[in-house]
């Protein structure tokens, strides 16, 4: 950018700046400096003037692209928010906010900023691009975080229904069970496997016999054994 402003340009600026200083050839000097790649003194000039003109959005525009040129990230950020408090519709502001976002992969905030943009200058199409990019990256890390919850699930939770009957045939089996209130209510009075289908309280020899006679007709159940005559 250097080649592009005159060192003889940037005299005049200067010379007009400090003998009538106004908030124009402020951002003026100031935006001069910043294409010339002189940021420090560019964020110099804009940061003065901004003790006069608190409020100047051309101003703030200028420091804001500034900070973003020197890599000053957060505070480029902090500045064009401060720009779109003042100017909700300013679209220098909003392009540079969705772009911030988007390179530091704050895709939520880079979509909403790019929407804003988009609705206020639909015919960018470089920012219709980034904006469904980011749009696309959102659906991503929400697969992945849904992948992650998954993953973290503890590994047989609710495999088996939690009933007396299925208690006794885990128990069975040998695979200890605790009481769970699905459980106690059965105890209290619900529909559950009736103890007197076996007799004196002995388990049955296999899983058929938890099931009553009315259940083993119902369901056509009959031994395993059965089938092999």
């Known amino acids: 950018m250097a080649d ?25 000097f100031s935006d001069l400096l910043r294409q010339a790649g002189r940021l420090d003194e560019s964020r110099e000039i804009a940061s003065a003037g901004l003790v006069s003109w608190k409020n100047s959005v051309s101003i703030k525009v200028v420091l804001g692209k500034c900070y973003r040129d020197s890599g000053l990230l957060e505070k480029a950020i902090e500045t064009f928010d401060d720009v779109h408090s003042l100017q ?62 998954k993953d973290e699930t503890e ?20 695979i ?27 388990p049955p020899g296999n899983l058929i016999g938890f099931f009553t006679e009315e259940e083993k007709q119902n369901l056509h159940l009959k031994p395993y054994d059965e089938d092999l005559e």
């Open 176 to 202: 200890s069970t605790e009481p769970t209130a699905e459980s106690d209510d059965q105890e209290s009075g619900g529909n559950h496997f009736e103890e007197d289908s076996q007799p004196g309280g002995t």
């Open 155 to 174: 590994p047989g939770d609710d495999i088996f229904p939690k009933t007396d009957r299925m208690n006794k045939v885990l128990e069975s089996q040998g």
């Open 88 to 149: 909700p519709q300013n679209l220098v502001a909003l392009r540079n906010l969705a772009e911030i976002h988007f390179q530091k992969g704050n895709w939520i905030k880079a979509v909403n900023y790019y929407e804003e943009y988009l609705f206020e200058h639909p015919g960018d199409e470089e920012a219709r691009d980034k904006f469904e990019e980011a749009r696309s990256k959102i659906g991503s890390s929400a697969q992945i975080l849904d992948n992650i919850d």
């Open 4 to 28: 592009k402003i005159s060192d003889q340009e940037l005299e005049n600026i200067e010379s007009e700046w400090v003998s009538n200083p106004t908030q124009i050839l402020c951002a003026r």
